[in-house]
């Protein structure tokens, strides 16, 4: 029994780490892009507005149509070809990006990618949650996560070395195409290698048999949160126009954000495991800190709203689906995260517009806009928690 048990949870971690290599590669590239989306939008004459609408447009497809893979995963058992057909566009967008001429064909582009990811991400986290009950559930994705965050560290110091040396920014999108190649080339190492990803399940990890209240309350928990963070394109953009910092250096703040980043997913999907709802509670507070200390001007609050942006892309990224994890119904695993993100997703794009209409009107209603929509979402992750708790005692 013992060596089986350690069979299950070697083979988890081998994909829980394959997996991530592939997610280490893709933030790469489109992390990347990322870090200069924003202002590279700005040189082809697109306004505050235009950039943060795009960029909430682009988060909300991003989520939104992870219900339609979700669903048709889950009928068609075509996860695997769903995850090839969404990091196909995913990947390939972003060098795409050099030959854009206009702003509303580099938006369009930045739409695509933010539509493959939609495609594949229920397939991945679902495929993921196999691995849960070997490895711990906060656990498997932090690791995983982790080296998501890896590469999205890695990416943004590829853009800044490009533009250091006097390269343009189709040069930087140009180079990226290296890091989406390496991507596609681990998830065909991850397909042969683990085939049917079900059979690295150990005991029964999805114990529900419907969408539970819980659920659902997880669900407008996430849409609340997700209305209080603030895009990396607005912010560069804000940088950029008020000549906060050289455009050189804006990548790498996003690098040492995302750097904070990993040390913060395998800080919290470890407390998770110990105490899941304290650790979601103080991240979230911790979290809504962001936008005060961004706009509050000076070198130290400015690198300090990095590390507090870094953590509010852990909760985001490990907590929040460690939590879904918790209340799947079995055999409506991917359309269960899908429906997850399309009211996360939605919070987004409304918050998103919100935040791009208040930039141009008044710093301080953005400011208290962002922090009151996070920690709105503090109650309800507190009653979810208790219905889930009750659920599983009776």
Do not use: C
């Not at 700005?42 to 682009?58: Q, T």
């Not at 030959?99 to 695509?112: N, S, T």
Request: positive net charge.
């Amino acid at each position: 029994m013992d060596n089986n048990k350690n069979l299950f949870a070697s083979n988890a971690f081998k994909f829980v780490i394959i997996l991530g290599i592939v997610s280490l590669f893709s933030d790469m590239t489109y992390e990347g892009g990322g870090a200069v989306n924003g202002q590279y939008l700005g040189l082809l004459g697109a306004s505050a507005l235009a950039i943060s609408i795009a960029a909430g447009l682009g988060e909300f497809l991003g989520y939104a149509l992870r219900s339609v893979s979700g669903y048709v995963a889950d009928k068609s058992g075509k996860y695997w070809l769903l995850t090839f057909i969404g990091y196909g566009f995913n990947l390939f967008a972003v060098p795409a990006m050099a030959i854009a001429g206009k702003w509303q064909i580099a938006v369009l582009l930045i739409l695509l990618e933010r539509t493959g990811r939609a495609i594949r991400k229920p397939t991945i986290d679902a495929m993921l949650s196999y691995t849960t009950n070997s490895i711990g559930r906060g656990w498997a994705y932090a690791l995983h996560t982790a080296l998501d965050e890896i590469g999205a560290t890695i990416g943004p110091l590829i853009a800044a070395l490009v533009l250091f040396l006097h390269g343009s920014y189709q040069a930087v999108y140009a180079w990226l195409l290296v890091s989406a190649i390496l991507a596609l080339g681990s998830l065909t190492f991850a397909r042969i290698t683990f085939p049917v990803p079900a059979r690295l399940e150990e005991g029964k990890t999805a114990t529900e048999t419907k969408f539970t209240r819980s659920y659902w309350l997880y669900t407008m928990a996430g849409a609340f949160f997700a209305a209080g963070i603030m895009s990396y394109e607005l912010i560069s953009f804000h940088f950029a126009i008020r000549h906060i910092v050289a455009y050189q250096w804006i990548p790498l703040l996003l690098a040492f954000s995302t750097g904070s980043g990993v040390l913060a997913n395998l800080a919290l999907g470890r407390l998770y495991d110990r105490s899941a709802l304290k650790t979601v509670i103080i991240s979230v507070i911790i979290s809504s800190l962001f936008a005060p200390l961004v706009f509050a001007g000076g070198w130290p609050a400015l690198i300090l709203a990095m590390i507090v942006w870094g953590i509010s892309y852990a909760v985001q990224d490990t907590l929040l689906k460690a939590i879904v994890a918790g209340v799947l119904p079995e055999g409506k695993r991917n359309l269960a995260f899908g429906l997850f993100y399309v009211f996360y997703g939605s919070g987004w794009l409304i918050g998103s517009v919100v935040m791009g209409l208040l930039y141009s009107r008044s710093l301080p209603l953005l400011i208290a806009f962002t922090v009151a929509m996070q920690l709105i979402s503090l109650p309800l992750f507190f009653v979810a928690r208790q219905m889930q708790n009750q659920s599983q005692n009776n």
